[in-house]
């Protein structure tokens, strides 16, 4: 099937930047579809960007101006450039891929996710 790991968390400062990447790997037939998501403690996960394999990007309101979602089709690669971040963007942030794996009877169908990376803004 299809395995994503993703990297690129850690701590940092209010107004700080953080670069998010999340790779796919497994026998990928195609990927359509990349999002991030995040989960805050006590809070339910929350999309936060998508992107569509022809690069068309959108944002929760919450984030327009300060992220950026890009990907690298040839990587099977999604990041997240998160830039001015905020207290409240600290959350366990996941990436979720969907597309088609090369299946013994033909492509199949995949809605893969991350294990998460902690992002924590304090100063």
């Known amino acids: 099937q299809v395995q994503l790991v993703e990297s690129g968390g850690g701590l940092v400062q209010p107004g700080g930047s953080l670069r998010l990447s999340c790779a796919a790997s497994?026998?990928?037939?195609?990927?359509?579809?990349m999002r991030w998501y995040r989960q805050a403690p006590g809070k339910q996960r929350e999309l936060v960007a998508s992107?569509?394999?022809?690069?068309?990007?959108n944002y929760a309101d919450s984030v327009k101006g300060r992220f950026t979602i890009s990907r690298d089709n040839a990587k099977n690669t999604v990041y997240l450039q998160m830039n001015s971040l905020k207290p409240e963007d600290a959350a366990v942030y996941y990436c979720?891929?969907?597309?088609?794996?090369?299946?013994?009877?033909?492509?199949?169908?995949?809605?893969?996710w991350g294990q998460g990376t902690q992002v924590t803004v304090s100063s």
């Open positions: 992107i569509t394999r022809r690069g068309a990007p």
């Open positions: 497994g026998s990928i037939f195609s990927i359509s579809a």
């Open positions: 979720n891929v969907e597309g088609d794996y090369a299946d013994y009877d033909g492509p199949a169908a995949f809605d893969s």
